[in-house]
């Protein structure tokens, strides 16, 4: 994960990978917090991450669940170009980052219910994270949305009506920040 932290500052410096630029930040809000998410995605063999932004939680999990093929996906080609240039000099084998916006995958046979697992770190509203992730998972699959203190105000009555909701709280060890990962498995 060493690699993958200087890459991401050495391309911060040339474009905006992400907003966080202070290595302990970096370790923190990003690594700590992807690897927490690792923990819960169980049983799985297969993952898409929507909005992985510098990678995550994507290959974190990935490294941490090496048998799990994990797809990256982001809006920004820079992003993309950065991710695809990581995956190569970690030597990672199952994961690969497609350059798309999520709606436009919706219908594509290759990535259509495919996925035991969806995930996204902060990349919408849940309703609509939700909305966007459907679409990915099958009959057994999972969505996860990892989310800040407002984590609980977001989840609404429609969302419990047709899915289970389980939400677990942790805190990153430095700064102390609250987060939850909000998981939705379908109805039984």
């Known amino acids: 994960m060493t690699i993958h932290a200087k890459e991401m500052m050495i391309w911060n410096k040339k474009m905006n990978i992400t907003a966080i630029k202070k290595p302990l930040q970096i370790a923190e809000k ?5 690897l927490a998410a690792a923990s819960f995605v169980k049983n799985k063999n297969s993952l898409i991450d929507l909005g992985s932004g510098g990678g995550f939680p994507g290959i974190p999990i990935k490294i941490m669940k090496p048998l799990l093929n994990v797809v990256l996906i982001d809006s920004s080609r820079k992003k993309i170009n950065f991710l ?8 990672l084998k199952g994961i690969d980052a497609i350059h798309s916006r999520v709606q436009d ?3 594509k046979d290759l990535y259509k219910a495919g ?4 995930i996204s770190r902060a990349f919408t509203e849940l309703s609509n994270f939700v909305e966007l992730a459907s679409p990915f998972i099958n009959k057994e699959g999972t969505i996860y949305a990892m989310k800040g203190k ?3 105000k977001e989840i ?4 419990l009506e047709k899915f289970k ?18 998981t939705l498995s379908q109805q039984k």
């Open 165 to 182: 909701v389980n939400t677990d709280h942790y805190q990153l060890p430095f700064e102390k920040s609250d987060r939850y990962m909000i």
């Open 30 to 34: 990003h690594f700590i917090d992807s």
């Open 84 to 91: 695809k240039h990581v995956i190569r000099l970690l030597g």
């Open 105 to 107: 995958l919706h219908d």
């Open 156 to 159: 609404t009555p429609e969302l």
């Open 150 to 152: 407002q984590a609980k």
């Open 115 to 118: 996925f035991d697992a969806v």
